[in-house]
């Protein structure tokens, strides 16, 4: 069964510094990846999807990932914080069955000046 | 997303009540989805849905039953509400594939009391 687990519930930079976020899939084939942002009292907007067409995925705002199969590892990074990055992001995974998406627990992440 | 609309966006309601919450899409999406957003757990599956009338269910579905009898609306139903089930509510939408993602409602955030 696929599971996806973030490492760290809350994670703080400061505003310009590199922004690193870990997720981790286990699974037997490549799933589907995505990482989405939640800013407060919202619902969950889309920020890149990895759907096996290239390892390193562009997504909005800044940021990326890179699909890394042998380290099972779907890492969220933008080279520069800004104040505006603050928010919840989730990492979520499926290897397609019944088009499910499982989530990981989110981080938090803070910036601050 | 305007696409996609939840109604109550807040509810408070007495332990052993009844409670429906709506979902309502205007994107024709055939697959649709309840999740429960609860803090240190992540997103968790409820039910879905991969066509009219066409349910099925997810992780944390026991309490919860669901109806969808067109397309565009997708219930989810609290048969007799207790206190653990104070969370905000999401539902999603998914159009054709897995690659695209899901899109979100913006929530409904339900207390028990």
């Known amino acids: 069964a696929q599971s996806v687990t973030q490492l760290g519930s809350h994670v703080s930079v400061s505003e310009g510094a590199l922004v690193l976020l870990r997720c981790n899939y286990s699974?037997?084939?490549?799933?589907?990846l995505f990482w989405y942002v939640q800013y407060p009292n919202q619902g969950l907007q889309l920020l890149l999807k990895?759907?096996?067409?290239?390892?390193l995925v562009k997504g909005i705002n800044g940021f990326e990932a890179e699909f890394k199969k042998s380290e099972t590892s779907f890492h969220l990074t933008k080279p520069s914080a800004h104040m505006s990055d603050a928010a919840e992001y989730f990492c979520?995974?499926?290897?397609?069955?019944?088009?499910?998406?499982?989530f990981g627990t989110g981080t938090q992440l803070k910036v601050e000046l | 997303d305007a696409g996609i609309t939840q109604s109550p966006r807040h509810k408070v309601t007495e332990t052993g009540t009844p409670v429906t919450l709506r979902c309502h899409q205007t994107?024709?999406?055939?697959?649709m989805y309840w999740y429960r957003q609860d803090p240190g757990h992540g997103l968790r599956l409820i039910h879905y849905?991969?066509?009219?009338?066409?349910?099925d269910k997810g992780e944390v579905s026991d309490g919860y039953s669901v109806s969808r009898s067109k397309t565009e609306d997708f219930l989810l139903t609290l048969e007799s509400a207790t206190s653990s089930q104070t969370s905000v509510y999401f539902c999603?939408?998914?159009?054709?594939?897995?690659?695209?993602?899901?899109?979100f409602g913006s929530g409904t955030r339900l207390t028990v009391v």
């Open positions: 979520a995974g499926s290897t397609g069955g019944g088009n499910k998406l499982t």
């Open positions: 699974s037997s084939v490549p799933p589907y």
């Open positions: 990895y759907t096996s067409a290239a390892t």
């Open positions: 994107e024709n999406h055939r697959y």
């Open positions: 849905s991969y066509g009219v009338k066409d349910t």
């Open positions: 999603a939408t998914l159009g054709t594939a897995l690659n695209y993602g899901y899109t």
